[in-house]
């Protein structure tokens, strides 16, 4: 299902991502060494039911995981890339630490996600990878506007992360997003430009670039859920929600918080 959203679904959406984007900055802010991610679970759940809206995992159960999520924020830490399952593991200095979250609020749903290091002890290779993330997602943005097609997006994203040397894996990507969190088209992380469907105003899209340091290769998790890399080297992922507009693409999930 592909969904085109009104100019009042549009501004419940700016809605919806702003509280996204306000709720991740608030978990950055805390996620310090010793925390524990059921924590961050815990504070996730107060900040989405104070707003009055609805987690988009808890309940959450596709085929390619092991029934209902079960929580309301995905939590990855250094090897752990994709879907992280919060459990008893307490922050240490240098871990890279990324935070995914989707909710609904008013009956549009937003998603977003970022990486970075807890506490003081950091490398520059995950300070690069992390920054490839953010580059090639800048790049997916700056080529979404009416008349591009996703290939677009695609290729955009895909140069980037392979101009900086990581292997890209082509299993998990971007998606449609809307009155549910998981939608088409599929935006994948390296594509062939002019190819695929054609964007339009009132459309919304996660786009979301993820890389392993040192390998394409996922593997599932103990949990059913959480997806590492194959190598057991660190990751890094970064996400937006987007709206096609007349004039190109309006980010969503940028945080209000000052």
Same mark, same amino acid.
């Given at each position: 299902?592909?969904?085109? $959203? &009104?100019?009042?679904?549009?501004?419940?959406?700016?809605?919806?991502?702003? $509280? =996204?984007?306000?709720?991740?900055?608030? $978990?950055?802010?805390?996620?310090?060494?010793?925390? &524990?991610?059921?924590?961050?679970?815990?504070? %996730?759940?107060?900040?989405?039911?104070?707003?009055?809206?609805?987690?988009?995992?808890?309940?959450? *159960?596709?085929?390619?995981?092991?029934?209902?999520?079960?929580?309301?924020?995905?939590? %990855?830490?250094?090897?752990?890339?994709?879907?992280?399952?919060?459990?008893?593991?307490? $922050? *240490?200095?240098?871990?890279?630490?990324?935070?995914?979250? *989707? =909710?609904?609020?008013?009956?549009?749903?937003?998603? *977003?996600?970022?990486?970075?290091?807890?506490?003081?002890?950091?490398?520059?290779?995950?300070?690069?990878?992390?920054?490839?993330?953010?580059?090639?997602?800048?790049?997916?943005?700056?080529?979404?506007?009416?008349?591009?097609? /996703?290939?677009?997006?695609?290729?955009?994203?895909?140069?980037?992360?392979?101009?900086?040397?990581?292997?890209?894996?082509?299993?998990?990507?971007? @998606?449609? /997003?809307?009155?549910?969190? @998981?939608?088409?088209? @599929?935006?994948? &992380?390296?594509?062939?430009?002019?190819?695929?469907?054609?964007?339009?105003?009132?459309?919304?899209?996660?786009?979301?670039?993820?890389?392993?340091?040192?390998?394409?290769?996922?593997?599932?998790?103990?949990?059913?859920?959480?997806?590492?890399?194959?190598?057991?080297?660190?990751?890094?992922?970064?996400? @937006?929600?987007? %709206?096609?507009?007349?004039?190109?693409?309006?980010?969503?999930?940028?945080?209000?918080?000052?």
């Amino acid at each position: 299902m592909i969904e085109i $959203l &009104n100019s009042a679904e549009l501004a419940r959406a700016r809605d919806a991502g702003a $509280l =996204v984007a306000d709720i991740l900055q608030a $978990l950055k802010l805390r996620s310090a060494v010793g925390v &524990n991610l059921l924590d961050i679970d815990r504070w %996730a759940k107060e900040m989405i039911t104070d707003a009055g809206a609805q987690s988009c995992y808890v309940d959450y *159960a596709p085929s390619f995981g092991r029934g209902p999520f079960g929580h309301y924020i995905c939590t %990855a830490v250094n090897d752990a890339v994709l879907h992280g399952m919060p459990h008893d593991y307490r $922050l *240490a200095d240098g871990d890279l630490l990324t935070l995914d979250l *989707a =909710v609904t609020l008013r009956g549009i749903s937003a998603d *977003a996600a970022i990486s970075f290091i807890v506490g003081e002890a950091r490398t520059p290779r995950d300070v690069a990878m992390i920054d490839a993330t953010e580059r090639s997602l800048a790049a997916g943005i700056a080529a979404a506007r009416p008349g591009a097609r /996703i290939g677009d997006l695609s290729h955009a994203i895909g140069s980037v992360l392979s101009d900086a040397g990581y292997p890209i894996n082509m299993e998990f990507g971007g @998606h449609g /997003i809307g009155s549910t969190m @998981h939608q088409d088209p @599929h935006v994948a &992380n390296d594509g062939r430009p002019g190819r695929g469907y054609k964007l339009r105003p009132g459309l919304l899209l996660a786009l979301e670039p993820w890389v392993m340091a040192d390998t394409a290769e996922l593997v599932t998790d103990a949990d059913g859920w959480t997806l590492r890399s194959a190598t057991g080297c660190r990751t890094a992922h970064s996400e @937006h929600t987007i %709206a096609i507009t007349d004039d190109g693409a309006e980010i969503l999930t940028l945080s209000t918080a000052t």
